[in-house]
């Protein structure tokens, strides 16, 4: 949608929070994503520097040009008449605020395509060695993934339920029951050496027996 539509809308909802400028400036960037949500039209962008769905590398040429003087010119219309309509001495900042909060997600859209950034999922690992030459950590790497983990009378004895009780109890059952779990093709070759396969309806998924 258009910048001036999301400035005018943004600028109308900021008109019930005059005194409050900071909420009308959430207010506003929240209301360009229910905005966007209806069905809408935009004019064409014919530079693929400014394309988001494009994002190719910045050119200087005619096209960039003409894509950022309707850009600019939709905003600055959107933003003059949302004071316009909307604006009064109390209520000034409040106003342009929420106009400029609710134009804001299509720039931030526009940064993101030139850098992209992916937040980190999950939670560091800690360090598994003391500090030490590179050398010496990358041989105990070695040795702990290529010693396997054997269960004991000492591990099953152990209190309550650590680390090497549950796997030790892991162990234990695949080695008793001869289970083995795979995907789907890991199941279809079942017959072809691994054994036969058992269908388990309520787990949803086939568990080929070793």
């Given at each position: 949608?258009?910048l001036?539509?999301?400035?005018v809308?943004?600028?109308?909802?900021?008109?019930?929070?005059?005194?409050?400028?900071?909420?009308?400036?959430?207010?506003?960037f929240?209301?360009?994503f229910?905005?966007?949500?209806?069905p809408?039209?935009?004019?064409?962008?014919?530079?693929?520097s400014?394309?988001?769905?494009?994002?190719?590398?910045?050119?200087?040429?005619?096209?960039?040009?003409?894509?950022?003087?309707?850009?600019g010119?939709?905003?600055?219309?959107?933003?003059?008449?949302?004071?316009?309509?909307?604006?009064?001495?109390?209520?000034?900042?409040?106003?342009?605020?929420?106009?400029?909060?609710?134009?804001?997600?299509?720039?931030?859209?526009?940064?993101?395509?030139?850098?992209?950034?992916?937040?980190q999922?999950?939670?560091?690992?800690?360090?598994?060695?003391?500090r030490g030459?590179?050398?010496?950590?990358?041989?105990?790497?070695r040795?702990?993934?290529?010693?396997?983990?054997?269960?004991?009378?000492?591990?099953?004895?152990?209190?309550?339920?650590?680390?090497e009780?549950?796997l030790?109890?892991?162990?234990?059952l695949?080695?008793?029951?001869?289970?083995?779990?795979?995907?789907?093709?890991?199941?279809?070759?079942g017959?072809q050496g691994?054994?036969?396969?058992?269908?388990?309806?309520?787990?949803g998924?086939d568990?080929?027996?070793?």
């Amino acid at each position: 949608m258009i910048l001036c539509t999301h400035a005018v809308v943004g600028a109308a909802l900021a008109s019930f929070l005059p005194s409050h400028p900071a909420a009308a400036f959430v207010v506003g960037f929240a209301s360009h994503f229910a905005i966007d949500a209806i069905p809408h039209w935009d004019y064409p962008i014919r530079s693929r520097s400014v394309n988001p769905m494009i994002a190719a590398p910045i050119a200087f040429d005619r096209a960039l040009l003409r894509d950022a003087a309707a850009i600019g010119s939709d905003g600055l219309f959107g933003v003059a008449v949302a004071l316009y309509l909307f604006s009064s001495s109390a209520s000034l900042w409040a106003i342009l605020l929420g106009a400029i909060g609710a134009m804001l997600p299509d720039p931030l859209q526009f940064v993101h395509g030139r850098w992209p950034y992916e937040p980190q999922v999950g939670m560091p690992l800690p360090p598994a060695f003391p500090r030490g030459p590179r050398r010496h950590q990358c041989g105990g790497v070695r040795r702990r993934l290529s010693r396997p983990f054997v269960p004991s009378r000492k591990h099953m004895a152990l209190h309550g339920l650590p680390r090497e009780k549950v796997l030790g109890t892991v162990v234990s059952l695949l080695e008793t029951t001869l289970i083995r779990i795979g995907n789907d093709d890991y199941a279809k070759q079942g017959d072809q050496g691994r054994g036969r396969e058992v269908a388990l309806p309520s787990l949803g998924a086939d568990l080929p027996v070793a």
